[in-house]
């Protein structure tokens, strides 16, 4: 008898153990999130997210490298559920825009505002070219394909009415561009990133007469606003050899993207714990630290939020943009 007791306990304690187990594991959640190339502020943002996730949403997450820092493409792939994107790629991927033209990413949601990029446009110092106008005629190196700097130099460049058609494009990634700009081979380079950049001081010390941030007007300013609401003017300082004022620039939106796959429950509890634990995320990159809940009230022409951001952004009384506004909340 007490052997059969013995055999009736264990064999509950066996259930228990496979329940508890079982609940467990399908409690447990794990992502596949990406940030671009390797040592870049993308992978720090978006190690941020996830740290963000873990602690407070119980959800680990495996941040990969991508080829690719537009993202959209890796999202419509399911090779991960959140990525750093570009505000502007989101847009025209979301409304079937350019080469999205009849493939419409109608499932891509924007979660979370992440630090701005900056373009810039390099020329020699001592180059005849002054002005956005003056590109016209010019061998323009825009960077790869798919990354910041040719989605927004060219979503820039379009907003003043300078199309493919008025330039050359040339398809070069930092080091190759570089030293496309030290033979002659390119008129203007395209960087999208932070200001200074590192790879443009490197070029400026190079070349005995230095680089120049071509400065974009007032009115080029208000055109470019007016046409494509994300981007915003910002003044850089002489920073590079070969400038000797400051000039006018602008940075672009940045977002966390992500699909509707992400349940609305997870999607809240990111959002809502990235913006009241900013500190936290700061720690993995600082640049966080800087940023301000009241922002996305502004923001808006990309892909609408994702309905657990959303909510959040209604909880702290946001208001959003109609456009902004997800399908699934109207």
């Known amino acids: ?32 999130i990406t940030g ?14 996830g740290s963000i996730a873990k602690k407070h949403c119980g959800i680990d997450s495996t941040v990969i490298e991508s080829p690719t ?14 990525a ?13 825009l350019e ?18 990029g900056l373009l810039q446009f390099v020329v020699l110092a001592d180059s005849d070219i002054y002005t956005m106008d003056d590109l016209k005629g010019k061998r323009v190196i825009v960077g790869l394909k798919g990354f910041s700097s ?13 199309t493919e058609e008025d330039y050359t494009p040339i398809y070069l990634g930092f080091a190759d561009a570089t030293a496309a700009m030290t033979s002659g081979k ?25 680089i120049r941030i071509i400065d974009i007007s007032e009115e080029e300013i208000d055109t470019i606003v007016e046409e494509a609401p994300w981007f915003a003017p910002i003044t850089l300082d002489a920073h590079y050899k070969g400038m000797t004022d400051s000039i006018t620039s602008v940075e672009y939106i940045n977002v966390f993207g992500t699909t509707t796959e992400l ?34 009230s502004s923001m808006q022409g990309l892909a609408p939020w994702h309905i657990g951001a959303y909510k959040y952004y209604q909880e702290v009384g946001l208001d959003i943009p109609e456009n902004m506004i997800p399908p699934e909340a109207k």
């Open 150 to 162: 040719e989605g927004n130099g060219k979503a820039l460049m379009a907003a003043l009415g300078i």
């Open 69 to 82: 820092m537009g993202m959209t493409d890796v999202l419509l792939r399911k090779e991960a559920l959140i």
């Open 36 to 49: 671009g190339t390797l040592g870049g502020t993308s992978n720090l943002a978006i190690a941020a997210l």
């Open 84 to 96: 750093t994107t570009p505000g502007d790629l989101t847009r025209k991927a979301y409304y079937g």
């Open 99 to 116: 080469r999205w033209e009849g493939k419409a990413f109608k499932e891509l949601r924007s979660l979370t505002d992440r630090p701005n």
């Open 1 to 32: 008898m007490k052997g059969k007791k013995l055999i009736s306990f264990l064999l509950i304690s066996v259930i228990f153990i496979v329940t508890v187990s079982s609940a467990s594991l399908a409690a447990q959640k794990h992502f596949i």
């Open 263 to 296: 349940t609305e429950e997870e999607a809240y509890c990111i959002v809502k714990n990235f913006w009241e634990d900013l500190d936290f995320a700061a720690q993995t990159w600082a640049a966080l630290g800087n940023l301000k809940i009241e922002k996305i």
């Open 186 to 210: 390119g008129d203007v380079m395209i960087v999208a990133g932070s200001y200074p950049h590192s790879t443009l001081i490197e070029l400026s010390e190079s070349l005995s007469q230095g």
